[in-house]
């Protein structure tokens, strides 16, 4: 059996944190008044619009946006850096709920959706979960940075970059009294920011409508993860970092087209392929092969060998469809969790074993100690809510699982939602793609060419798996 089309499962991932992240928060009734901010901290609360106008940040709580989030030309708004809780060691910074569109001008910088990628990172990870049901636009900013955001309509950044000042790479350092350093502002007024070359970036994040990316001058933009309902574009990008353009691992339900991006699409430091139910165009072609992780990766990181050679772009009518169960048992939480936000939520971080069983992907994996969503087990990241939903991620490693008389390494990333009865669904990505080998010539070991996507659903400890799984 064919994978079937994948707009209904993003937007049934989307729907459900949209969900999440509203109903820990909302207010009854929409207010009135708006706010503006020309530098400091958001306070929580519910707001009818809100417009950036200097630096501003968004540390704590819950802050509820029922109309337009406006960044206007020049402003920056960081909604990345961690502050709550508010006593003790932050995990997360606010949770953002945006009932309208977002909307970034020119030369300005919006950081939004905190995770394990970016600032809310161990040894106190946290997701936090962010909403807009609209769109996010931004023509000529700075740099965009979202992570772990559901977005019911398109996200557009056209433009901008910071342009050849930014492709260069320079870090951005702090100013001194005696020896001011020429900097890109207002990416470098944001002390979070410091050391920080000038990028942009899109990773996790839930996509309803189109995501395009055109024109862009800067040093690096990276496309992650990311379920995508409509098409993806990348047209006419140039960046500093050779190893910039990582478009990986994109779960895509119209088509993929990438045209004279400098440098072109590449797999980086190492991504599963991109899935995508429509067509592959130019540089994201179905026919592109590429090295898995990039020599550029495999040089900077001081690895040894050359990466797989693999399918840059793999059609979901290739996959094969399976079905099975996942079932996780508890053997632990990470130190000090689960913690509490000024706004009540619970961030959740629990270690546990897990099984596959089914007549697709196979094997059993226990937490037997390591870093958490690199060592054999599941990791899980939840925010539970005061309602009794949560919201959750899992990072799932597999040191020896099976599928298709081939043995070796597994590395999924399953989001989802429960709801306050107990019922679960969600999507996840086979991640773990893409492996250093000895020779060019050596044999593909193991599962490394693996890639592909599924659903899960259902009550409790074990809950039920469709997978559709092929090879790159």
């Keep these: 059996m064919k994978a079937l089309r994948l707009v209904p499962v993003v937007l049934l991932v989307l729907s459900g944190l949209l969900v999440g992240a509203g109903a820990a928060s909302a207010a009854p009734l929409p207010p009135h008044h708006g706010y503006d901010c020309s530098g400091g901290n958001v306070p929580a609360g519910s707001y009818g619009s809100m417009v950036i106008t200097g630096i501003c940040y968004m540390p704590a709580g819950n802050i509820d946006i029922w109309g337009n989030l406006t960044v206007a030309p020049g402003a920056l708004l960081d909604a990345v850096a961690p502050g709550d809780p508010?006593?003790?060691?932050?995990?997360v910074p606010a949770t953002v709920s945006v009932g309208g569109n977002v909307t970034v001008g020119k030369g300005a910088v919006l950081l939004l959706g905190c995770s394990p990628n970016i600032s809310c990172a161990p040894p106190n990870p946290g997701i936090s979960f962010d909403s807009v049901r609209g769109s996010?636009?931004?023509?000529?900013a700075q740099g965009v940075v979202v992570h772990s955001v559901a977005v019911g309509g398109n996200v557009t950044l056209q433009g901008g970059g910071g342009g050849a000042a930014a492709q260069t790479c320079n870090a951005q350092t702090p100013p001194t009294d005696t020896a001011p350093i020429p900097n890109l502002e207002p990416w470098s007024e944001d002390a979070n920011l410091d050391f920080t070359p000038v990028y942009s970036d899109v990773e996790d994040v839930s996509i309803g409508g189109n995501y395009t990316v055109v024109n862009m001058t800067s040093?690096?933009?990276g496309s992650l993860r990311n379920l995508i309902g409509g098409s993806a574009t990348f047209v006419g990008n140039v960046m500093g970092d050779p190893d910039a353009m990582e478009i990986g691992n994109n779960l895509i339900g119209g088509n993929l087209a990438c045209f004279g991006n400098?440098?072109?699409?590449q797999f980086g430091d190492g991504a599963a392929?991109?899935?995508?139910?429509?067509?592959g165009i130019g540089q994201c072609g179905f026919h592109v092969v590429l090295q898995n992780p990039s020599a550029e990766a495999v040089t900077t990181n001081t690895l040894s060998g050359v990466g797989i050679n693999e399918h840059?772009?793999?059609?979901?009518?290739?996959?094969?469809?399976?079905?099975?169960?996942?079932t996780s048992t508890n053997v632990g939480t990470l130190p000090g969790y689960p913690v509490t936000t000024s706004s009540g939520d619970a961030i959740v971080a629990e270690l546990n074993d897990f099984t596959l069983a089914g007549n697709g992907l196979t094997g059993t994996a226990d937490y037997t100690g390591g870093s958490p969503g690199q060592a054999p087990g599941e990791a899980l990241l939840a925010t539970a809510y005061p309602d009794g939903s949560e919201?959750?991620?899992a990072y799932d490693t597999c040191g020896a699982c099976s599928f298709h008389g081939q043995t070796g390494m597994v590395t999924l990333r399953a989001c989802g939602t429960t709801?306050?009865?107990?019922?679960?669904h969600g999507t996840f990505l086979i991640t773990g793609s893409g492996t250093t080998i000895p020779t060019s010539t050596s044999p593909v070991p193991g599962l490394s060419t693996l890639t592909g996507y599924g659903t899960f659903w259902g009550s409790g400890a074990t809950v039920h798996v469709v997978e559709h799984l092929g090879f790159g």
Excluded: M, Q
């Design 391 to 393: 919201s959750f991620v």
């Design 219 to 221: 040093c690096w933009i």
């Design 262 to 265: 400098d440098p072109a699409p």
């Design 86 to 91: 508010t006593t003790g060691t932050p995990a």
């Design 419 to 424: 709801s306050k009865s107990g019922f679960t």
């Design 273 to 279: 392929p991109d899935l995508v139910s429509g067509r």
């Design 312 to 326: 840059f772009v793999v059609s979901t009518h290739n996959l094969e469809t399976y079905y099975g169960k996942h």
């Design 136 to 140: 996010i636009t931004a023509y000529g």
